[in-house]
């Protein structure tokens, strides 16, 4: 089973900044087959990201993804308040999928 | 626009069934496989099954293998969980969710707003 470890856990950041967010696998992803959702409290996961870095339907362009292999990464260019949640990366290369743990992104 | 809405959660005791469903509208259901993810309690996110556009494929997670079934009612632009012999580590928010593409692709979107279900004597 492919280990998702997300970082920071935390991370504190004002709006208009950019944000970070790291998914290190514990083995090779295959085909990049790697998605982000960001999560609000109260509320269903919203799919942001696939294929490491495809944007899904309706996602605003300060969302990016990027990586492959082991490491990804997902950027928020300029923090709008509406974006501070709670974001997990998710593996379905290889059998189980899996999920990292989360990173939240909280207001500074 | 894509609605999911899931029900049938509550508090059951350990060992008891419950059967969860999720109705669809908004995109041709008949057309797509479909997911459930459960989130325990402040926890993270756990994918427990999946069901092919016409139900001639099934995947479960090892977690409830055996003990729940996914199932769908086309005709009803309905999903099913039915979820036996319940463990106290099954309490969770259960998640219908949409695949991303007609086949199983392993990509959840949209997701609907979750039922809760509270195993416990």
């Known amino acids: 089973e492919i280990v998702l470890t997300q970082s920071p856990g935390t991370l504190s950041l004002s709006p208009g900044e950019r944000a970070n967010l790291s998914c290190r696998a514990s083995?090779?992803?295959?085909?990049?087959?790697l998605a982000w959702y960001q999560q609000k409290p109260g509320q269903a996961p919203r799919l942001l990201i696939y294929g490491a870095s495809s944007r899904a339907t309706g996602i605003p362009d300060r969302f990016s993804g990027s990586g492959s292999g082991t490491d990804f990464t997902l950027t928020i260019s300029r923090l709008e308040p509406e974006d501070f949640a709670v974001y997990y990366c998710q593996q379905y290369g290889s059998s189980p999928l899996t999920f990292g743990q989360g990173t939240k992104v909280e207001i500074k | 626009q894509v609605h999911l809405v899931e029900s049938g959660g509550g508090v059951v005791q350990p060992g008891r069934s419950l059967r969860l469903s999720c109705a669809a509208s908004g995109f041709i259901f008949s057309s797509n496989a479909m997911h459930w993810v459960r989130q325990a309690p402040g926890k993270g996110l756990e994918w427990v099954a999946v069901?092919?556009?016409?139900?001639?494929?099934?995947y479960y997670a090892d977690s409830v293998k055996g003990r729940f079934t996914i199932s769908r009612d086309n005709s009803k632009s309905t999903l099913y969980l039915q979820m036996n012999s319940l463990r106290a580590e099954d309490t969770a928010v259960y998640f219908c969710?949409?695949?991303?593409?007609?086949?199983?692709?392993?990509?959840?979107?949209?997701w609907g707003q979750g039922t809760l279900v509270i195993v416990s004597s």
């Open positions: 069901m092919s556009y016409d139900g001639s494929h099934e």
């Open positions: 969710a949409k695949d991303r593409r007609d086949s199983i692709s392993w990509v959840f979107d949209p």
């Open positions: 083995q090779s992803v295959s085909g990049s087959y």
